[in-house]
């Protein structure tokens, strides 16, 4: 289906053009630091969202499907390699369109190494986001119904996430959702990628004002305030001096239990159960014998 690849390809470029002339040049600011976190939420969630219009390939095909294994025409788990096999050269495709798109426009942090991993954490997410559309395909009868879970779930999913509310802040009674969610290892690898040098500063002085009734103070009043600071914790803060680190930001966001490698295999390890859970449905479903 050529046409379908063109459209997904085509939402994906629209939506990191978009995303490229919003997020321009990022800097490392506080509001810098907040405006990331947006991008990369709404960056990993697309991942998954993009991934839905695959939903009614199988729905279209279980007519044929169930006709040829009838027929002893191909085994259930050759159906299922094949899908996964044809499905993946697009996803690579798909991925590099949106981080060239993104990545360098955005500003990110990190040279050659740090798109690379952008790249795979992107095609790891479409590939985890394709087995579980493939898998509700074929559990559901419908395709609007398999639209209105795949939307439900996926907003779950980024619920969860870790980007709305921190991990530490889920109650424990959501913690298990919250590891469940697909989009919070992606999510939690680009800013583990994005914060990981420890030296890099994201606030310095007075910028630990901005966001405070007293960021809307002058800059003298300000500095006075730092001055004030400075005295009662006995050091010498000064407008340059830095305030958050990229650790701070990942311990502030909650994002330090896994890194950013174990992340993407992860990630990479929901495709495959998901599409071996698809392969589960089609033995367990299908009442077709072979003859």
Known sequence: ?????????????????????????????????QERLGFFAMAMSTMFYVCAD????????????????????????????????????????LSLAFAVTTFFAVGLAGGGGSFLFFVLIILASFWAGSGF???????VPHVMLGYTVVVAILAYFLLFSGFFIN???????WIWFHYLSLVKYPYQAVLQNEFRD???????????FDGTPIG???????????DAISNTLGSNMTASTCVTTGADVLRQQAVTDIGKWKSLLVTVA???FFRALFYVVLLVGSKNKRR
């Open 1 to 33: 289906m050529p046409e379908l690849f063109v459209m997904r390809l085509g939402t994906i470029m629209v939506t990191g053009f978009i995303l490229a002339t919003i997020f321009w040049r990022l800097d490392d600011t506080p509001k810098g630091v």
């Open 54 to 93: 695959a939903l009614p390939v199988f729905v279209q095909e279980r007519h044929i499907y169930l006709r040829e294994t009838a027929h002893n025409a191909y085994r259930r788990l050759s159906y299922v390699l094949a899908n996964a096999v044809v499905a993946f050269p697009p996803l690579v495709f």
């Open 133 to 139: 559309v493939t898998f509700l395909s074929a559990v």
């Open 167 to 173: 991990r530490d802040r889920i109650p424990d009674y």
């Open 198 to 208: 420890a030296t890099r500063c994201f606030s310095r002085g007075v910028e630990m």
């Open 216 to 226: 809307s103070m002058p800059e003298a009043v300000k500095l006075k305030v730092l």
């Open 270 to 272: 929901w495709g495959f």
